[in-house]
């Protein structure tokens, strides 16, 4: 069975505080995304990787960076969060690079105070 | 504006009724729209998804239909059972500089038994 796994559910951090997220598959996929979710505006892409060291801009990356050391691993990053980051983040890969189908993590609920 | 909208936001039909989702898109480059459904608490799943060579597709009791020249698709469920009561979300094509899919902003289903 396919799996993207989130290492936290829910998060609770403190503005200013330095956040990471980490998301691990296990199918072997080149292409790892993370979204963010947040009600009324849907699954907002933040940043996405086709290889290994390799992180291309979604529409939202202001106050994110990414990290691809490992094909399976794709870790977000909030230098210095704040409190308009509060939100859902979900990790997601795929096999094929521009479609087909996203296999989505749970999700990470970050509550930013 | 928004490149893919979705009407609409909530949706509460009876058991056993149909229940039909719309999307709309303003990029015409793209070739592949899916729909995906998240249950609470968990993460998007794709249910079906078509291409732009076609103008229908069925999987049970969801189809899919694309207009291309109007630029909308639509996700049709019928027989309408509480499980599928969910959050469904439309993808299209995005912004050109990211060519990654759009997600629509959702729509919470809702079957009443």
């Known amino acids: 069975d396919v799996k993207v796994t989130q290492s936290s559910r829910y998060l609770v951090k403190r503005t200013g505080e330095k956040v990471f997220l980490e998301c691990v598959q296990d199918?072997?996929?080149?292409?790892m995304f993370w979204y963010r979710q947040d009600p009324g505006l849907g699954l907002r892409l933040i940043y996405f990787?086709?290889?290994?060291?390799?992180?291309e801009k979604g529409d939202i990356p202001e106050g994110y960076s990414v990290s691809r050391e490992k094909k399976e691993r794709f870790s977000l990053i909030l230098e210095s969060a704040s409190t308009n980051q509060t939100s859902m983040y979900l990790c997601?890969?795929?096999?094929?690079?521009?479609?087909?189908?996203?296999?989505f993590g749970e999700g990470s609920r970050l509550t930013v105070l | 504006g928004e490149n893919v909208e979705q009407h609409p936001s909530t949706l509460s039909v009876q058991e056993g009724d149909s229940a039909v989702i719309k999307c709309t898109y303003s990029?015409?480059?793209?070739?592949?729209f899916p729909w995906y459904k998240q249950e609470l608490g968990k993460g998007p799943q794709l249910i079906i998804d078509?291409?732009?060579?076609?103008g229908e597709k069925k999987d049970q009791r969801i189809a899919v239909t694309l207009n291309k020249t109007a630029k909308h698709f639509s996700l049709h469920i019928t027989e309408t059972q509480p499980e599928d009561s969910a959050v469904y979300f439309c993808?299209?094509?995005?912004?050109?500089?990211?060519?990654?899919?759009?997600f629509g902003s959702g729509t919470q289903l809702t079957v009443l038994p």
């Open positions: 993808a299209g094509p995005g912004p050109s500089s990211a060519r990654q899919l759009t």
């Open positions: 990029d015409s480059a793209s070739n592949y």
């Open positions: 997601a890969s795929s096999f094929h690079r521009d479609t087909g189908e996203l296999f």
């Open positions: 990787s086709y290889d290994v060291k390799m992180k």
């Open positions: 078509i291409r732009s060579n076609v």
């Open positions: 199918m072997d996929h080149e292409n």
